[in-house]
């Protein structure tokens, strides 16, 4: 199986995911602006779950360039990616429908952490299937992004109950770190084209 | 007609149906955990088929891989196949939503079974279409899991309105049956390439 | 601008609007079999116009097949008719809840016939760009089946007042005539492939 | 990156939220013609941002065409354009249910000219990073149409609360300028390739 494919489906998939979200956007009965106001919070939430679906994206790009080879495992790997990845809008629409409580914004976490979790499931198989050279192995290196967020996903979990807005605090700030894009993969894999 | 217009076409669609499920998962309206509750079922049937979709995903593939040019009826027996597949949401909607119910369960095993039938329906198309040299005449071979597949699912229909759990459990049998990779065409294809 | 992107464009449209037309069909809120009663128009309906997008999207790519070079009034050809077909689900939709009722009939031949007539003015742009030589012109030839159908639905829209089930036969018919595959395309396209 | 999974993920995003628009669109309850009349600004309102979508989706085609090498900058400068245009269904849909009053109207001016923006800056992020040779700028050239639309936007929010008749006007204006096609980078392409 080639790459291509794979990424053509999950791109669809994940295109699907982040429009899907608009949905979760009721349109407000009244036609003044006060009648935006409840729907300001559902807003922030998808801001936020956009730019994680963007993140997303954009590394599961970058990871799968760096693949020749689709075998089986690394396929159900990618969909179990897509599978968290899916559960996004429903837990962002519960989250900004509850004004961020403490149990929506908790599950939120959760699933995050599933993905990221997934994410890194992906790469595994990814390097395993390519051997000791494995150009992902090289360009991921140490992957501190990768190991500091599902940390800070898995505090912010049981922090949801306790003081909600530090989970958020956590969820935004863990986006930042990403937003800064993925260069390593980027270098390595411009070194290589230099060889 | 060349297969990567059908391949693209089959994948947008696939990809809609997987994600659209998500749609039939309502955000509950309750802010606590106690609010979820009624989600898991139709959560679990998510999971389900999810894990269909992923696998019928994964054999439309290699068929088509193994596929060199589309005729006309080939065409229509693809749209058959994504007619009976575009149906799982509602399916797995109704079951969820009804808690696995006998005629729930039994319409779930309905449309499996109506999509087993289509995919069958699917590979002769092909078949007939390559030939006495068919590439993936060999690389299905005896095929019995696509022959053991749709005797399970005509059992487990009517079987739902004895003991609906028996029917669920067969479901899951099957999916696990197919989780395995169908390592056999893409043996066959190994072995062209060496030629 | 390259047909490719054309093509990618309208295969995503079209899967989309085959596939959303499922969530017209509300999920039933009874679990038994006879909660499946009222859902039985719907589904019909949503069979007939899934196989009417399936006619759609595969005369479409013989369409494009035979153009070269797309131009802005090809695009926008394109666009209005992708317009006309994304409607479909909404006629779909109220035709099935309302049991086939006349104005629903109606609305719903209504739409086939702009449908029709957009087609007909993409394949007009497309024989202008190509110029006197135009392999479309040669493909489409006299295009009886282009020209019957506008008259078919033409006439379904004032009968569905009187008589609809006429209506529906009608459509039913014109879905019949299309589903013979187009082969004046295919079989000059072959005649080219030899010289 | 390439920039043709930068243009796949954006057509799929757009043909999405084309597409999910008519799901704004909920089937009226009654079975009459007079049931359609509440549906009837909906549906304008459908159309124009229709037409707005298939602008850009045009525009966003030839500008990534001019385009050789994705950047992390070009590729977030895409989504924060995709972001905006996401919330189109959005803001049509409440400004179609509401009869084009004064708060939808200005909302609907106000994406469209978040967008306008979004797309400004996408095209400077595309032109730094091709450098002084930048193809994209001599296609682009003086953008009087670039530079006009978000002026109009501009003016057409606050009118909106004054006379909103006069901001769907300006909406409308805009949507002609542009549906004229952008002949500028075609015409430069076209010069480039001769030389």
């Not at 009965?29 to 009648?35: K, L, N, R, S, V």
């Not at 800064?180 to 260069?183: A, K, L, Q, S, T």
């Given at each position: 199986m080639k790459t291509n494919r794979l990424e053509a489906f999950s791109d669809g998939v994940i295109a699907i995911i982040i429009t899907i979200m608009?949905?979760?956007m009721k349109v407000p009965?009244?036609?003044?602006?006060?009648?935006l106001k409840p729907v300001i919070p559902v807003w922030l939430s998808y801001v936020l779950s956009f730019v994680y679906l963007g993140i997303y994206w954009n590394n599961h790009h970058h990871t799968l360039f760096a693949t020749e080879r689709v075998t089986g495992s690394i396929l159900w790997a990618n969909l179990h990616l897509l599978f968290w990845l899916s559960l996004i809008p429903f837990t962002t629409g519960w989250m900004g429908e509850n004004r961020f409580g403490p149990a929506p914004t908790a599950l939120y976490g959760f699933v995050l952490l599933m993905a990221a979790i997934a994410y890194w499931v992906l790469q595994r198989r990814i390097i395993i299937a390519q051997g000791s050279q494995s150009l992902l192995r090289q360009a991921v290196g140490g992957d501190w992004k990768g190991k500091l967020s599902p940390l800070l996903y898995a505090l912010a979990i049981p922090l949801a109950f306790v003081q909600h807005w530090v989970s958020l605090f956590l969820y935004v700030l863990v986006a930042l770190l990403w937003l800064?894009?993925?260069?390593r993969i980027e270098s390595v894999l411009r070194l290589r084209e230099r060889d």
């Open positions: 608009v949905l979760e009965h009244g036609g003044d602006i006060a009648a800064v894009p993925d260069r």
